[in-house]
């Protein structure tokens, strides 16, 4: 089966945020914690909520903020496979250009799933970013 997902390439003027992801999500609905690896923020989509919608309540459900601006949605979709104990054999994830125009001490990560946020600069934020996937999108799109 296939998650259906959303994806943010956050930025603010040359900086792009990244996520320090500490737990996945599994097919029973619970938290599994994780080796800290830096993302872009994602999440699942709810049913009947458009893709706008569910971008925008992810990043203000992992990052506490609802400052945030879309500017482009990506026509290509990001794919990878997702481990089995998800529950899903990939995830399938619109991605959205955002421009975050709060301050960072608007800031405030969801514990439970997010250990860290923080701007990185363009060239650090994909050394960061730990899945292959991923880093690929990113380079093709900034």
């Not at 914690?33 to 699942?44: R, V």
């Not at 903020?65 to 619109?94: A, M, R, V």
């Not at 955002?98 to 946020?117: H, Q, R, V, Y």
Request: aromatic share 10%.
């Amino acid at each position: 089966m296939i998650r259906k997902a959303v994806a943010a390439i956050v930025f603010q003027e040359d900086k792009f945020l990244l996520a320090s992801r500490v737990s996945i999500l599994l097919k029973k609905g619970e938290l599994e914690p994780i080796s800290e690896e830096w993302d872009l923020i994602k999440g699942g989509i709810n049913t009947g909520e458009s893709f706008q919608d569910a971008i925008l309540r992810e990043l203000e459900e992992e990052t506490g903020s609802n400052k945030y601006e879309i500017k482009c949605h990506f026509k290509d979709k990001l794919e990878y496979g997702l481990p089995e104990k998800t529950g899903f054999s990939k995830q399938e994830s619109n991605v959205f250009l955002i421009e975050f125009t709060g301050k960072n001490t608007d800031l405030k990560p969801d514990s439970k799933e997010i250990g860290a946020l923080k701007f990185f600069s363009k060239e650090d934020a994909i050394k960061k970013i730990k899945y292959p996937e991923t880093r690929a999108y990113v380079i093709n799109h900034i």
